[in-house]
């Protein structure tokens, strides 16, 4: 079965820098995504940004990227001039790629937290 | 509507009653999941619908546990005689396509609603 760590449970970054949240997880396949969603206390999950496996280009949007290490299993999300907006939970999720494939396996979140 | 939408949004329950949570997805939307978030922890996948189809229910904790699109379209989270344990968040979300079809690209994106905080007392 996959499952996804985050290891940070809570972090906080002063306003205007920049911070990285960890993500590592377990699968022995070899096409998947891994998504890093935003949960603010509304709950509402909001894709922040997705990463195909088979892509060795990391992603990036606007202030978000990730550093994927396929051979480590790792996928950091680093927010750059972090906002007070982003203050939020943030999830690791993994999915399976293919036919059939549906579920996301979440990872517990970490708190992120920016300071004015 | 332009979200997922979920009612009710909180719901108290004694323990022993039943609950039904609503879903309205983002109209046209193919496909239908369900996800039990407890407190402190991430949401875990529950059932998924394509259609009408529900093709996984896997997820469900008990068969206390019952959900159902008849039309294809506006899903409902029955819990019967509900326990404290399932006190949580129950987060409904909807994609237009299925979520394995690359070529959808980001048409496959799964938009999740705001959720219903279940507390069972």
């Known amino acids: 079965a996959q499952t996804v760590t985050q290891s940070q449970p809570e972090m906080s970054v002063q306003e205007a820098e920049t911070v990285t949240l960890s993500c590592t997880y377990d699968?022995?396949?070899?096409?998947?995504?891994l998504f890093w969603y935003k949960q603010p206390p509304s709950r509402q999950m909001i894709l922040v940004i997705r990463?195909?496996?088979?892509?060795?280009q990391n992603a990036t949007e606007n202030r978000f990227s990730v550093n994927f290490q396929k051979a480590a299993k790792s996928f950091s999300l680093k927010i750059s001039d972090s906002q007070l907006g982003d203050t939020a939970m943030y999830f690791c999720?993994?999915?399976?790629?293919?036919?059939?494939?549906?579920?996301?396996?979440f990872g517990k979140g970490t708190k992120l937290s920016v300071i004015p | 509507g332009a979200g997922v939408s979920q009612s009710p949004r909180y719901k108290v329950a004694k323990r022993g009653q039943d609950v039904a949570l609503r879903c309205d997805p983002i109209s046209g939307h193919v496909s239908l999941f369900w996800y039990q978030q407890a407190l402190g922890q991430g949401p875990e996948f529950l059932t998924y619908?394509?259609?009408?189809?529900?093709?996984?229910k896997s997820g469900l904790p008990s068969d206390r546990f019952f959900a159902e699109r008849p039309e294809g379209s506006v899903s409902t989270l029955k819990i019967q005689r509900t326990q404290q344990e399932d006190s949580a968040v129950y987060l409904c979300?909807?994609?237009?396509?299925?979520?394995?079809?690359?070529?959808?690209?980001?048409?496959?994106?799964?938009?999740f609603g705001e959720g219903s905080w279940l507390t069972v007392v």
């Open positions: 619908f394509q259609n009408e189809a529900q093709l996984d």
């Open positions: 990463q195909e496996a088979y892509k060795q």
């Open positions: 979300a909807s994609s237009a396509t299925p979520p394995w079809d690359r070529a959808a690209n980001s048409g496959n994106t799964i938009y």
């Open positions: 999720a993994y999915k399976l790629s293919g036919a059939g494939s549906y579920q996301l396996t």
């Open positions: 699968t022995s396949e070899s096409n998947y995504y």
